[in-house]
């Protein structure tokens, strides 16, 4: 008789509940082949709403919640630090989360105007890695490299944590956190499905935003999810090449010749604008001549809005903060270029939660 040599089944990792959305959840049912599909529905309902994967509470019997349990999980992220600046409409605030293997992450409530209902809005900066490969000169996240990317569950888990845990009310996402958003892309996709589910987060298109130092194959891969109402916004931070290089090391590899046809190739509609980031830093990128320029980049991006940032200096400042004249100053040689142009309200800089603060420790 011959020996039987096959290896034994390999046991397939469990799942994050918070990374599937509906369908992927339901699949995966199919695929572990587990009982009770028919309640899938109602536990991941339940999962997504509370922030516990109990499936007893759809009425498993025991044995079979037992079974679910093995086949998939759900952690939220663990609040460490919880920092605060006073505003006129509400606190800035900026958490400081553990994930499941020590690496600890960060995001930012924004506050907003109040709706109709009188009722306090956020908007949620989340992040999308542990550190970042991008080595913007401006950025605090970039400093340390990345660590590693973020699963979708690990994105989607900062919402949660922010409606569950802070019992903020978000109304608008932006990822703008640590890291960049589409060099971590299958994360963001499942993330994205997650989010957008109408059972789930139930977050519309219009209320996303995907903030991105300029890949340009991953505004391709972007496009290619037909999210026609999703948002998008790039940061340029520079007139040219030269300039843009010395603060965007991505630059040397997509330089703007590659990236402004990205960027206009994303799907416009009546309602979109694309937001063209500007970090403004004295000396470097506000030379006399500096705003034609920006224009002249605008103007081949068809819808698009400059917001002006003033520099939020870290802990290895390249500049100073611009003064108010100098932002001012910016902003009307934009206008008079034709440009459709915002000044950016600082937020959080004394927490070190404004734009390319965060990874830095709080004050």
Known sequence: MNEDRSAPPVAQAPSDVLGLDLAAFRAELRARGLRAQGLAAEVWVDALKRGAFEPERAGLVPRAAAAWREAFFLRLPVPRALVTEDGELGPTEKALLSLADGAEIEMVRIPMPPGPDGRERTTLCVSSQVGCRMGCAFCETGRGGLVRNLGAGEIVGQVLAARLVFGWNVRKLVFMGMGEPLDNFDALEAALRVLLDSRGPAFSQERITVCTSGLGDGIARLRALGLKRLGLSVSLNAPDDPTRTRLMRINREQPLDALV??????????????????????????RPGDAARVAGIAARLGRALVNVIPYNPGRAPIGRAPSEAEVEAFVAALEAEGVPVRRRATK???IMAACGQLGSPSP
């Open 261 to 286: 046809p990205a960027l206009a190739a994303y799907p416009q509609r009546a309602s979109f604008v694309l937001g063209v980031n500007y970090c403004l830093i004295p000396g470097l990128n506000d």
């Open 348 to 350: 959080g800089r004394s």
